[in-house]
Structure formats: C-alpha cells, structure tokens
Nanobody, 122 residues
C-alpha cells in the first residue's frame, strides 16, 4: 500500500490550495485518513482527520479555514485550505488507516506518504 500526496505549492497569503492524497495497493476498506504537517524545527502535528463514517476533527489553528474530505470510491482524501497564512508553511503529510481482508485473516495498516510542500509568502 502506498500514499502519494500532491497539490503543494508556493502561494501568497490569503490564497487557497487543495491537497490530494491517493492510496494505492490492496485496500479492503479505508477506516480513516488524516493530514499532518511539519514545519522546519518543529514537531509533526495533526491538521485534520476523517473517519470512514465521515466524522471530522480539526486542530485548533485551523479555525474554520480548512476542510478535509474523503472519496472512498477513489481511495482519495483531500484537504481544502483557504485563507492561508505564512504560519501554514510546512511539509504536509497524509496518513491512511487501511483494513486488508484476507481469507485467513486481516491486517490493519497505518500508512504514511512522503509529503507535499506548502509555502505561503507574506
């Protein structure tokens, strides 16, 4: 199972970006997906998460600016980011909780992508 993020870019403050995260490989069910970010010199932090029942959670700093969504038919998650500020500059990572069903059992996997860079200029 692999994750590939895309959509990161250099934008000016106040603009928007839409990040995408595509999961490939053997996926019986996506139990949830999440976006994290890590700025230079800082720890990785949760931005937003969504469960397969579409329950969403956001970090306080999102403050209504971001929206996470998931298209299970495409094994894809999105992060719509509006009104970006320079403080949003970071590498954004996607995480997927994957359920794999086998004849002899099952596996629960936590899979991470390589990240996509978001840079917001003032």
């Amino acid at each position: 199972v692999h994750l590939v993020e895309s959509g990161g870019d250099l934008v000016q403050a106040g603009n928007s970006l839409r990040l995408s995260c595509v999961v490939s490989g053997y996926v019986s069910r996506l139990d949830g997906m999440a976006w994290y970010r890590q700025a230079p010199g800082k720890q990785r932090e949760l931005v937003a998460s969504i469960t397969r029942r579409r329950r969403t959670d956001y970090a306080d700093f999102v403050n209504g600016r971001f929206t996470i969504s998931m298209d299970s038919s495409k094994n894809t998650a999105y992060l719509q980011m509006n009104n970006l500020t320079p403080e949003d500059t970071a590498m954004y990572f996607c995480k997927a909780d994957v359920f794999q069903d086998y004849d002899v059992g099952y596996k629960n996997l936590e899979v991470w992508g390589q990240g996509t860079q978001v840079t917001v200029s003032s």
